[in-house]
C-alpha cells in the first residue's frame, strides 16, 4: 500500500487543520489506519488509530481535541486537529497496519504561538 499525506502547514495556536492520507495500491479497507507525528529531537509517538471496524483510539495529549476517520469509499483516513498547541508542532505520518506498518512520505504541521 502507498500512502500520501496532505494538509500541513502554519497555523497559530488554538487554530484547527485537517490531515489527510490517500491510499493507493491495495485493499485499504481491512488496515487499521493511524497517524503518528515527530517532533524535533523526540521519538515517534502514536497519535491515533482506526480500525478497519471503526473503533479508534488516541494518545492523551489529543483527546477530545484530535478526530480521526476514515472514507473508505475514498481510500482516505483524516486526522482533524482543533484546539491546537505549540507543542502539537512535529512531521506527521501516515501509517497503515497490516501484520506490518506502512508509512506515508509524512507532512510537517507548525503550531505558532
Known amino acids: 500500500v502507498q500512502l500520501l499525506e496532505s494538509g500541513g502547514g502554519l497555523v497559530q495556536a488554538g487554530g484547527s487543520v485537517r490531515l489527510s492520507c490517500a491510499a493507493s495500491g491495495s485493499d485499504f479497507t481491512i488496515y487499521t489506519m493511524e497517524w503518528f507525528r515527530q517532533a524535533p529531537g523526540k521519538q515517534r509517538e502514536l497519535v491515533a488509530l482506526?480500525?478497519?471496524?471503526?473503533?479508534?483510539n488516541y494518545a492523551d495529549s489529543v483527546k477530545g481535541r484530535f478526530t480521526i476517520s476514515r472514507d473508505n469509499t475514498k481510500n482516505t483516513v483524516y486526522l482533524q486537529m482543533n484546539s491546537l498547541k505549540p507543542e502539537d508542532t512535529a512531521v506527521y505520518y501516515c501509517a497503515a497496519f497490516l501484520a506490518t506498518l506502512y508509512w506515508g512520505q509524512g507532512t510537517q504541521v507548525t503550531v505558532s504561538s
Open positions: 482506526i480500525t478497519a471496524a471503526g473503533s479508534t
